[in-house]
T-cell receptor, first 115, second 113 residues
């Protein structure tokens, strides 16, 4: 099976712009989670989608949003970009219906740089 | 709320020597524990997980981890380190009833030739 894919891999934006990142999970996986990774804060959970519904949300401002399509592909959007949004954004999919024992399978990430 | 601590930002070990990357956790209820590895410019890759049963869990690439409930620890180990093991290692915990893991800050493992 193909792994989790994320597009684009690299992105440069300026403050105030908005950006959309895309994630295609492993075939058959219905849960998709998004994380922000920075050197200072480590890995922080953004949100999780299952069957087109947001089930969990981390502690991020409303500028961060996402959605999931019927084919389980997911997008996240960041509006009004700030310098502090520069990070590696990771998408992960998991095969289960949502259980504590589920393994997460990560994509390679999208490196966002905000100038 | 659950938390994970990886007390060492960096671990240095010589090739061929045993390695240990430490992880302690705090969670209410049964913990489900994971180790992931991240190579430069890559996403995280799953190494192993503890669900229940034997406290010694074996995973990918010769890694293993020991669950110690009394010390609330889940240290990652390998008997003989390889230069190619050099990477960033993350410990994660998911408490029972949740399916969103909490990750540690990560430990950079450097294996010297």
């Amino acid at each position: 099976k193909a792994g989790v894919t994320q597009t684009p891999r690299y992105l440069i934006k300026t403050r105030g712009q908005q950006v959309t990142l895309s994630c295609s999970p492993i075939s058959g996986h219905r849960s998709v989670s998004w994380y922000q990774q920075t050197p200072g804060q480590g890995l922080q959970f953004l949100f999780e989608y299952f069957s087109e519904t947001q089930r969990n949300k981390g502690n991020f401002p409303g500028r961060f949003s996402g959605r999931q399509f019927s084919n389980s592909r997911s997008e996240m959007n960041v509006s009004t970009l700030e310098l502090g949004d520069s990070a590696l954004y990771l998408c992960a999919s998991s095969p289960g219906q949502g259980h504590s024992t589920d393994t997460q399978y990560f994509g390679p990430g999208t490196r966002l740089t905000v100038l | 709320a659950q938390s994970v601590a990886q007390p060492e930002d960096q671990v240095n070990v010589a090739e061929g020597n045993p390695l240990t990357v430490k992880c302690t956790y705090s969670v209410s209820g049964n913990p489900y524990l994971f180790w992931y590895v991240q190579y430069p410019n890559r996403g995280l890759q799953f190494l192993l997980k503890y669900i229940t049963g034997d406290n010694l869990v074996k995973g990918s690439y010769g890694f293993e981890a020991e669950f110690n409930k009394s010390q609330t620890s889940f240290h990652l180990k390998k008997p003989s380190a390889l230069v190619s093991d050099s990477a960033l290692y993350f410990c994660a915990v998911t408490p029972g009833g949740s399916y969103i893991p909490t990750f540690g800050r990560g430990t950079s493992l450097i294996v010297h030739p």
